[in-house]
């Protein structure tokens, strides 16, 4: 009898662990959406739209990425993916943000 519960204490124990692992890599890519918004930006304000446009293609993927696996497997607290989905949305507005200013920036005159 022992030994089942020394089992289902390590799988609950794995079980944590791997939805610690799990939050701290959807961090670490909504960290980098963020990074690359921030360079996409930058990108603009020097009127390099196809490098902006690369960035935000990158963002896009990593946002639908983490939607597409927020879920699976079901470890992560409903607090944490109700966080993750808010960053996410964040995140989704600041690219629209940009995306209307990579428009903008590409009808400019003082392109190059």
Do not use: W
């Not at 808010?86 to 209307?100: C, G, P």
Request: charged share 25%; aromatic share 8%; net charge positive.
């Amino acid at each position: 009898m022992r030994d089942y519960a020394d089992q289902v204490r390590q799988f609950h124990q794995l079980q944590e662990s791997a939805a610690r692992t799990r939050l701290q890599a959807f961090h670490t890519r909504l960290s980098l959406a963020v990074t690359f918004c921030s360079l996409a930006e930058t990108e603009l304000d020097y009127c390099e739209v196809a490098q902006a446009e690369k960035l935000l293609r990158i963002v896009r993927q990593t946002v639908q990425f983490i939607r597409n696996h927020l879920n699976n497997p079901p470890y992560l607290s409903s607090e944490d993916k109700a966080g993750i989905r808010d960053q996410l949305t964040h995140i989704e507005k600041q690219v629209s943000s940009i995306d209307a200013r990579r428009i903008v920036v590409d009808k400019s005159p003082y392109r190059n």
